[in-house]
C-alpha cells in the first residue's frame, strides 16, 4: 500500500472464526468493531507495516506444499479498502471519489528461522517469503485478529498544552 493516508478500512479475520475491522472516522480516529475507539499505535504501526514490507524470495518448490498447508490451517486473511477515484487523469484530475477494496491477502506464520513471514496474495498461487524493511523478525503478531490488541486503553483523556505555546496576559502596572 503506498498512500496508507487513502486507507479508510482494514478487515482482518482467522481460522478461528474471529474477526476485526478496524474503520478510520471522517474526524480522524480509528474505530474497532463499530464499537471502540481503535488504539493509535497499534493503527500507526499496522499502517507502516503494509506500507513498507517487500517480498524478500517466493517460496521453493519443495517448501510449496508444506507452507500452503500451513496458511490453509493457520493464517488471517487481510482486506484493505481505500478511497480511489472513478477518474484519475494524471494524477491531477481526480472525479468521483469511492471506497474500494484494493487488496486481499493473507498473512501466515514465520519462517524457519524468524526473520521474514509467509504471505500470498489472493489469486496468486505463490507464497513468497516477506519481510519489513528495517526489521530482523516476522511481522504476523501485527496482523492480530484478537479485539483486546487493538482497543484503545485510556480512562481519562485530557488536553495537553505545550507550556511554550500558550501566550500569557500579565497585568503591568500604572
Request: glycine content about 4%; overall charge neutral; proline content about 4%.
Amino acid at each position: 500500500v503506498q498512500d496508507t493516508s487513502t486507507v479508510t478500512r482494514v478487515f482482518l479475520a482467522d481460522k478461528n472464526n474471529r474477526t476485526v475491522l478496524l474503520e478510520r472516522q471522517l474526524d480522524g480516529p480509528w474505530i474497532l468493531n463499530n464499537i471502540y475507539l481503535a488504539r493509535k499505535s497499534g493503527i500507526d504501526i499496522l499502517l507502516e507495516t503494509m506500507k513498507n514490507i517487500v517480498p524478500k524470495y517466493p517460496v521453493s518448490k519443495s517448501a510449496h506444499n508444506n507452507v500452503v498447508a500451513q496458511m490453509a490451517a493457520a493464517s488471517t486473511k487481510v482486506e484493505i479498502y481505500q478511497e480511489v477515484y472513478r477518474i484519475d487523469l494524471f494524477d491531477r484530475i481526480k472525479l468521483f471519489k469511492h471506497e474500494k477494496l484494493t487488496k486481499t491477502y493473507y498473512v501466515g506464520g514465520a519462517t524457519p528461522d524468524n526473520m521474514g513471514t509467509f504471505m500470498v496474495l489472493e489469486g496468486s498461487e505463490v507464497p513468497f517469503v516477506i519481510q519489513l524493511l528495517g526489521l530482523r523478525g516476522y511481522v504476523a503478531t501485527r496482523y492480530s485478529t484478537l479485539e483486546k490488541d487493538w482497543r484503545d486503553h485510556s480512562i481519562f483523556k485530557t488536553k495537553l498544552y505545550d507550556i511554550q505555546s500558550v501566550e500569557m496576559e500579565f497585568p503591568t502596572d500604572p
